[in-house]
């Protein structure tokens, strides 16, 4: 051994040190973004697993309910939805910011896992009569208030923990989480039919995937706890910076109010829609527009699902290069411009035949104006009987383009298929229900003569091509939604960060694409056209774009101002 060896060179040494200390920070970032992406995945789950299930969950529990019951159950079900998830940020919000992110980080995943837990314990309607329903909806509430802290709470305690020049990329797994829970809940459900068969899943076996999360709860919360406090909420509460009022101070102030608008008004409605479309919309638009069996929209589901889970990280460190209001707006304005002809592909390739029969015997409702309404019922409570209404109704569930035309005024609406004409009826007119099933098989009738398939022909669906379809509306999803974690983390000063940005994100993503469902029946109800309903994503994404460039022009000018 040479004198050179035995003695240690100072140079190595640091060199091992600094590779010990980035090796130790690199695994402290894995485990700080696998724990709030992890509980991300699972509340998806619980809460997709209910979606997922919907058919099942309305035979166990709501099989008995009458209808002034059922509406009540309705208002709730929206509730649990939509409006409780707000106040659940602003109460979690609060704790996160003047008690700590951690804490709520705990509670929530808790929270919403024994939620989901204790539905897969509920009796049905069969053993418990009334209180079945009421349970159930007592659960979905407490899911929906949970689920109002944890999502901003998961962004904020990354965005906190990684450097800045990587918060976009790292934050962007907290992103792709509510995917994989999606595509969780679709493959433990269809497994467990699977294996015990359509009856026994039917009977008991619905339980099963919501024991199965007490074990993702479990992981989630031994991971968590194993987490400390945010260094931006630390750094806040050793100089006792910690606000007093979060919500108060979110709302008020030029600088406050600025981010809340930009978050509330220009990031998230538009990623809102393109999240919401690529993987609930579309899948509805196949099995009930475009009549492709439910077993084959699934596949394509999951495949698009899979393609394009890798381009939320890739969009999320791109705009870590870029700007990332860029990359958001250059999705918006990819939707805009996009959707019209991935849509009509969609049609081309999956139901031909359908298309062909649409331009060959046009289908057209001549009615008074004043007979038809516009059809937008959020909450699924109101009843429409005109003969108008009626007739457009039955050509939208039929997933059938039609033309207006102004008819007599007080004359019942007709219904013209190529050269036959079907006359409608109001609903509510006595006989309703022996015209309703006369309407209904005049008009399959009429349909099936003029070629209008009643179901996509198997054979004839072009799978490849639907699903590179697919994964492209996937795609634009990841771009717009995978750096939307930064960017808003970006908008908010520490001190009201997780109030302002879960209320902003539970408002302006939440209700925005809760809202799309019922806002393009509305609209394809009233014009007749079945890709008119692609008005409400393609306007609420140019909106989200102007604002986007809006703001940024303010702020490029408000720094020249200050340079001066």
């Not at 209808?67 to 009540?72: D, G, M, Q, R, V």
């Not at 020049?165 to 994989?180: D, E, G, I, K």
């Not at 697919?470 to 634009?476: E, R």
């Not at 983390?489 to 019922?518: N, Q």
């Amino acid at each position: 051994m040479s004198p050179s060896d035995s003695v240690a060179d100072p140079t190595s040494g640091q060199s091992a040190f600094a590779a010990h200390a980035g090796a130790s920070t690199r695994g402290k970032l894995f485990r700080i973004v696998f724990a709030g992406s992890l509980g991300t995945c699972f509340e998806a789950y619980d809460l997709f697993l209910v979606g997922t299930l919907a058919a099942v969950m309305s035979k166990q529990f709501f099989s008995g309910v009458n209808p002034t019951a059922a509406l009540i159950f309705t208002l709730l079900g929206f509730a649990s939805g939509y409006l409780v998830r707000p106040l659940g940020a602003i109460f979690f919000g609060r704790i996160g910011d003047r008690m700590g992110r951690k804490r709520v980080f705990l509670i929530t995943v808790a929270l919403m896992g024994m939620a989901t837990f204790m539905i897969g314990l509920l009796p049905t309607y069969a053993a418990a009569g009334f209180l079945a329903p009421v349970l159930f909806v007592s659960l979905r509430l407490v899911q929906g208030f949970a689920l109002g802290g944890e999502a901003g709470g998961a962004m904020v305690y990354v965005a906190e923990h990684v450097p800045e020049n990587r918060r976009a990329f790292l934050t962007s797994w907290v992103q792709l989480a509510p995917v994989v829970g999606l595509l969780l809940s679709q493959v433990v459900v269809q497994a467990t039919r699977a294996v015990v068969g359509p009856a026994e899943f039917l009977a008991w076996a619905w339980r099963v995937p919501f024991f199965l999360s007490l074990g993702l709860l479990a992981l989630s919360v031994w991971v968590r706890t194993r987490m400390g406090e945010s260094p931006e909420f630390e750094r806040l509460r050793s100089e006792n910076s910690v606000s007093r009022a979060p919500l108060k101070e979110a709302l008020t102030g030029r600088r406050n109010v600025s981010a809340m608008t930009c978050s509330l008004l220009a990031l998230c409605p538009g990623a809102a829609v393109a999240f919401y479309c690529a993987f609930f919309y579309t899948p509805f638009f196949l099995t009930e527009v475009l009549r492709i069996g439910p077993d084959t929209t699934s596949l394509l589901t999951i495949g698009a699902l899979l393609v394009s889970m890798p381009f939320f990280i890739v969009f999320g460190a791109l705009s870590d290069r870029l700007d990332r209001k860029l990359v958001i707006c250059a999705g918006f304005v990819l939707v805009v411009l996009g959707y019209p002809a991935i849509y009509h592909g969609l049609a081309h390739f999956g139901n031909a035949a359908l298309e062909r029969a649409s331009a060959a015997s046009p289908v057209v409702v001549i009615a008074d104006p004043n007979d038809c309404s516009t059809q937008f019922n959020v909450i699924g409570t109101s009843k429409y009987r005109t003969s108008c209404d009626v007739a457009k109704s039955a050509l939208v569930r039929a997933g059938i383009s039609y033309t207006n035309k102004a008819g007599e005024p007080g004359m019942p609406a007709v219904v013209k298929v190529g050269e036959q004409t079907i006359q409608s009826y109001a609903a509510d007119t006595q006989g309703s229900a022996a015209r309703a099933a006369a309407l209904s098989t005049s008009l399959a009738a009429a349909l099936d003569a003029a070629g209008y398939p009643r179901k996509a022909d198997a054979a004839q669906v072009n799978r490849p091509m639907l699903l590179l379809l697919m994964s492209a509306l996937g795609i634009l999803a990841a771009m717009t939604f995978g750096p939307l974690a930064a960017a808003m983390t970006d908008l908010f000063p520490p001190r009201v960060r997780f109030t302002a940005l879960s209320l902003s994100y539970h408002i302006g993503f939440g209700w925005t694409g809760g809202f799309l469902p019922a806002a393009a029946f509305a609209i394809v109800a009233a014009s007749g056209d079945m890709y008119a309903g692609l008005a409400y994503p393609r306007v609420a994404a140019l909106v989200g774009a102007v604002l986007i460039l809006l703001f940024a022009l303010a702020a490029r000018a408000q720094r020249l101002s200050c340079a001066r």
